[in-house]
Every structure is written in structure tokens, then in C-alpha cells.
């Protein structure tokens, strides 16, 4: 188990370094060196887990279309809110969530392994179908087409923001973005109980990490009543 766990470490390790490389040099620039040196491991330790830089750089797009730490909410148009909120407070503070944005509008990058968008789009197309059948959207939303919607917009937006630098945070304008774009989509009851303050997806992943945390703590608590 403790072996399992090292490897685990490790291959978390990689990823991070490889975000914080892509993210800062861009896939073209990036080396295997780069990636090793600031992973800390050694070359046997990355090529033990993956096979070329090009199959790092697809592992960090797997990586970034996530849900953690997101709640599930009987409001389903809530929850798509959450995860782009939380992507929001997350993505300026991990570089692997954001370089997988720079990997994803890297002309030769995505030729070769694709985006993050696929999966982003199916995934948003599947929570809004949800919200329509639970009578959440309006009767002319189609939820494939809001989901591109919605995720081109995201996308847009972050990198607007990353280039300006003007002070504004990706939180306060993606909130922005949903304040625009819902009331073309909800039906006005539940447009009026839907949550999109800039700081929500902050107050989730401050939530998730103290639960975490109380996780670790009862988990050592175990260990050590079983060990006892």
C-alpha cells in the first residue's frame, strides 16, 4: 500500500511540474528535462509513468476536466454554475489547471492529442439536460448548444483575464458571465434562487478543503487506533 501510495505521490508530482512548465513555456518549449527538473524525480521515475512528453501533456488534460470538490445540489443548474465558479477560484491558483487551457488553443498541441473541450461540452450537456428534464430551463434551450455556449465563453473569458492583468479576478468576471448568460436559459423561478457571487466558488473549495482535512485527520486517527 505505502508503495502504491509513493507512486501515486509521484505521478501527482509530474503532473504538477508539467503544468507549471506547459503553462509557463507553452507544449512546443516544454522538455522532458524541464518537466523531470522541476518534478524533482528522476527520468526513470517519469518514463515509469508515462511514455513521451506527448503523453504527459494528454494526462494533464485528463487531469483538468474535473469536478472535485463541487457538492451535488437538487438544483442541476446550480451545479453547472458551481463548477465553473470553482474552475474560476482554482485555475489562476493551479498552473496544470490553466496550462491545460494553453494546451487546449496550442494549434500543434491539440492537433496532436486533442483538447479539454470534448469532454467539458459532454459533460455541461449532461448536468443542463438534467436541469431541463427537472423543468429548471426554458423550453427553447437545447443543452448541447448552451453547454458550447457556456464552455466557449469560460474558455474566452480566462484568457481574456489572464492577458489584461488589470486587477480583476477570473471569480468576479465569470460570475459576470453567468449573470448575462442564465436569464436567457432559466425559467425565472429558478433564476431567482441561483447563487453566481463572485466568491461562491471560493466558499466551496474552502469547504472541501477543510473536509478534506478532517478526512486525513480521522483517517490517522484509525491508523493509529489500529495499530494500538
Known amino acids: 500500500m505505502a508503495k502504491q501510495a509513493r507512486a501515486i505521490q509521484t505521478r501527482r508530482q509530474i503532473l504538477d511540474a508539467a503544468g507549471l512548465v506547459f503553462d509557463q513555456l507553452g507544449y512546443e518549449s516544454a522538455t522532458i528535462a524541464e518537466i523531470i527538473a522541476q518534478a524533482g524525480v528522476t527520468k526513470g521515475a517519469l518514463y515509469f509513468h508515462f511514455d513521451s512528453k506527448e503523453d504527459v501533456a494528454r494526462a494533464v488534460l485528463e487531469e483538468a476536466v474535473t469536478t472535485e470538490g463541487v457538492v451535488p445540489q437538487d438544483s442541476k443548474l446550480q451545479e453547472c454554475v458551481d463548477v465553473g465558479m470553482v474552475l474560476a477560484h482554482r485555475v489562476p491558483r493551479e498552473p496544470m489547471l490553466s496550462a491545460a487551457i494553453r494546451l487546449s488553443t496550442d494549434l500543434k498541441a491539440r492537433a496532436l492529442f486533442g483538447t479539454s473541450w470534448t469532454p467539458w461540452i459532454a459533460f455541461m450537456a449532461e448536468q443542463l439536460a438534467l436541469a431541463k428534464e427537472q423543468g429548471e430551463l426554458l423550453p427553447h434551450t437545447v443543452p448541447e448548444e448552451t453547454a458550447l455556449v457556456i464552455v466557449a465563453a469560460w474558455t474566452g473569458m480566462e484568457i481574456v483575464t489572464s492577458d489584461l492583468k488589470d486587477g ?21 423561478g429558478v433564476l431567482a434562487r441561483l447563487d453566481t457571487s463572485p466568491d461562491r466558488g471560493t466558499r466551496i473549495w474552502q469547504a472541501h478543503q477543510e473536509q478534506a482535512g478532517r478526512d486525513v485527520e480521522t483517517d490517522k486517527g484509525v491508523d493509529l487506533s489500529m495499530s494500538a
Open 168 to 188: 480583476e479576478s477570473l471569480q468576479h468576471r465569470v460570475s459576470r458571465l453567468y449573470d448575462h448568460l442564465l436569464p436567457s436559459i432559466a425559467v425565472p
